[in-house]
């Protein structure tokens, strides 16, 4: 929580406002803020009493789905923000405008309307079995491949592909 709260201070600076990582690095330490609280929050409640998961439907569909969406946030402002990198790093000025920090603000504002949305499928197919919160069955291999592509997979392609162009658009400037 402190790391965070020091990135937002950090990149609240005055000399940093006008700049469209800078504003999706904050909205990242927010947002990790947020699910640190969170699930924290919910582990410790866990501790004292019974934990919820057991017992209540709503409870177990909400927290796993909940947390993800969090997650997947924080990951695509991350690669939002190796995106903006790369687009300041291009000799196009068009995709240096997409920087500007309206659109990156437009763009922070619609993550977390789009994730709920893909991940909508979890809480729809999570129930509670032998005391415990899983998923059903017939969704435990689609589940695997899903979390293995969009969680690990994908960001992971996408972050190291826009640096990766992001260091050969700075080669060729040099």
Not at 61 to 87: D, E, G, P, Q, T
Not at 96 to 109: D, E, F, G, N
Not at 147 to 158: A, N, Q, S
């Amino acid at each position: 929580v402190v790391g965070n709260l020091s990135s937002c201070i950090v990149f609240r600076q005055k000399q940093f406002r006008s700049n469209g990582m800078s504003l999706l690095f904050t909205a990242a330490s927010i947002f990790n803020i947020i699910v640190l609280v969170y699930g924290i929050g919910t582990s410790l409640y866990a501790l004292d009493h019974i934990n919820p998961d057991t017992y209540s439907i709503i409870f177990c569909k909400i927290r796993l789905y909940v947390r993800h969406i969090l997650l997947m946030i924080v990951r695509s402002y991350i690669i939002l923000a190796c995106v903006a990198a790369f687009a300041l790093s291009s000799s196009k000025t068009t995709f240096r405008s997409l920087c500007q920090p309206r659109y990156v603000k437009w763009a922070i504002v619609g993550v977390p309307f789009v994730w709920p949305l893909i991940a909508l499928h979890m809480p729809l197919l999570t129930i509670i079995k032998n005391n415990q919160c899983v998923n059903i069955d017939s969704y435990v291999f689609p589940f695997a491949i899903y979390f293995f592509l969009i969680v690990g997979v994908i960001p992971v392609f996408l972050m190291s592909l826009f640096i990766f162009l992001t260091i050969r658009n700075l080669r060729l400037f040099h």
